[in-house]
């Protein structure tokens, strides 16, 4: 069975930084996409930084520049590096993976996600 268990958010003033972790087990998901997304009290779940089983990577406008996301599929970990940190990145994140098979069968996994405040 499939799980998906962040760690490391956390109340952080104006400025700070935060690493967020995501760890997977149950599987071998070095072929799967991995994303981080969030969703703030009142507003939609959105994609915040995404990387590819190739190691390519996407982010929202609202966070490039200030927040990187890396993977360790030895360790089956995911990571999003944030700095710079504004109260508009107060959320709860998820961690999320991905995959389509050639039949078109897609696997598609949440974790539970973690509470990122910032605040002075």
């Known amino acids: 069975q499939v799980q998906l268990v962040e760690s490391g958010g956390g109340l952080v003033q104006p400025g700070g930084s935060l690493r967020l972790s995501c760890a997977a087990s149950g599987g071998i998901f070095s072929i799967y996409a991995w994303g981080w997304y969030r969703q703030a009290p009142g507003k939609q779940r959105e994609l915040v930084a995404r990387i590819t089983s190739g190691g390519s990577t996407t982010y929202a406008e609202s966070v490039k520049g200030r927040f990187t996301i890396s993977r360790d599929n030895a360790k089956n970990t995911m990571y999003l590096q944030m700095n710079s940190l504004k109260p508009e990145d107060t959320a709860v994140y998820y961690c999320?993976?991905?995959?389509?098979?050639?039949?078109?069968?897609?696997?598609?996994?949440w974790g539970r996600g973690t509470q990122v405040t910032i605040s002075s």
């Open positions: 999320n993976i991905n995959r389509q098979d050639p039949d078109a069968t897609i696997y598609d996994y």
